[in-house]
């Protein structure tokens, strides 16, 4: 498929992340085998389990039960839980009917299986789908002409800092370039303070592949990185080290603690000053109190090569559905009202109010935080998913034991992804 580039200001009007011809592969369709049926609400299945944002669910199942069309009953998973069950629910005799999760490579393993149900006629029949962007239309197509996904918000990865900590210790100039960062890591390190939060302990070891994502593309380009994912290039390549020879410039600043503390710890620890920094999405704002968003901001992953395009990481999240649903007629007016302007601000204004909406008449929480990642957005060269978004959940694992080890033992690289390699073509050639 055609690797598309949407103009920037397209992206802002809902595009999501479909630059990447990996993203596309994703939206893979498969046909319902389940018979519709007019009986109990439709079950919708949520990964989104920070306070948060699951309160921000609810109002929005309690404002499509007001419209009076359907009901929906809302289950909420832990996040970690949801992740590793998702192909259980999928394959079960009786599934939830919807699920919140993800576009890309990530969804193309189950669309594949005909999983995932058919959205042509929720596409055909919204007026709200019709005003979405040509390439938001091209993200949710499979390579058959059918949609399998309604998008509804996207959001954007960054260094992420608290403004009260830098002023007070004495940070005036943010990093752009990677001596910049290196210099800036010094200075927290001679303050006392752990320089960069981590937060891959516990049951979120894949926060640690956001730095390999972003290493990666800024050395190697987001075009190897997609490649690579998807089994052109080797693990063990020399490209590839050159990544971990980075990295281990910077591994004596992480936080010692990186790889003990799940990210909602480490957001504890980089609110209240222990560590200066964190490489993250705007998510961890759902487990920061809300009397300390304003606080926060956020800069660029440095420049490594200037010669190498700006990519920036830029997930979509939305919505699929099971093909054995047994409520497709429910599913699909569901569906429907997740693509409006007053689903994804209900959404916006119950959570942290720190994502982006894809309906392109939506409003989004116009703090400056959020203006500021709009623009941050708006100025990438390119966009990538995240790890597992970009490749598959299946191909997750790899990454999460290989960067734990490293993270671990950084001089044993070279046996690292040597292993990573080998683990890696199992799932590939699966």
């Not at 690797?3 to 498969?30: E, I, K, M, Y």
């Not at 919140?100 to 042509?120: E, F, I």
Request: with cysteine; aromatic share 10%; proline share 5%.
């Amino acid at each position: 498929m055609a690797n598309l580039q949407p103009s920037r200001r397209r992206f802002l009007g809902g595009l999501g992340a479909a630059g990447t011809a990996a993203l596309l592969s994703g939206c893979v369709t498969s046909t319902s085998s389940g018979k519709s049926s007019s009986k109990g609400d439709v079950t919708l299945q949520s990964n989104l389990s920070a306070p948060q944002a699951k309160k921000a669910m609810e109002d929005i199942v309690a404002a499509y039960a007001k419209k009076g069309s359907g009901k929906a009953s809302l289950n909420t998973v832990a996040a970690e839980t949801f992740r590793t069950q998702l192909p259980t629910y999928l394959t079960s005799a009786n599934p939830p009917d919807v699920y919140t999760w993800y576009p890309g490579s990530v969804a193309d393993a189950y669309a594949k299986k005909n999983l995932l149900l058919d959205l042509d006629e929720v596409w055909d029949s919204s007026p709200d789908l019709k005003r979405y962007s040509k390439a938001q239309n091209k993200l949710c197509t499979s390579s058959a002409g059918k949609k399998v996904f309604v998008p509804a918000t996207y959001y954007w990865w960054g260094m992420f800092y608290r403004k009260s900590n830098f002023a007070k210790w004495g940070i005036r100039e943010l990093p752009k370039s990677w001596d910049d960062f290196l210099d800036l890591c010094d200075k927290l390190k001679s303050k006392g303070v752990a320089p960069i939060g981590l937060g891959a302990g516990g049951n979120t070891p894949w926060v640690a592949s956001a730095w390999f994502d972003y290493l990666d593309i800024r050395i190697n380009g987001a075009q190897y990185h997609r490649e690579l994912l998807a089994g052109k290039h080797r693990f063990d390549d020399p490209e590839v080290r050159k990544v971990f020879d980075r990295w281990q410039e910077v591994h004596p600043y992480f936080d010692p603690n990186g790889t003990a503390l799940a990210f909602q710890d480490a957001t504890t620890a980089l609110l209240s000053g222990k560590t200066g920094m964190m490489l993250i999405g705007t998510f961890f704002a759902d487990s920061a109190p809300k009397s300390a968003l304003d606080d926060i901001d956020f800069f660029r992953f440095p420049v490594i090569d200037a010669k190498v395009p700006l990519a920036e990481e830029a997930p979509v999240d939305g919505y699929f559905a099971s093909a054995r649903t047994g409520r497709r007629e429910q599913v699909y007016d569901l569906m429907r009202y997740l693509a409006t302007v007053e689903a994804q601000e209900t959404y916006i204004k119950g959570s942290s109010g720190t994502v982006l909406p894809c309906n392109p008449d939506a409003k989004d929480a116009g703090t400056a935080l959020v203006k500021k990642g709009r623009a941050h957005v708006e100025s990438a060269a390119e966009i990538t998913q995240f790890f597992n978004r970009d490749s598959s959940d299946a191909l997750q694992p790899t990454a999460d034991t290989a960067l734990t080890k490293f993270l671990a033992k950084p001089k044993s690289i070279d046996s690292i992804l040597t292993d990573w390699q080998r683990d890696a073509e199992k799932i590939w050639n699966a």
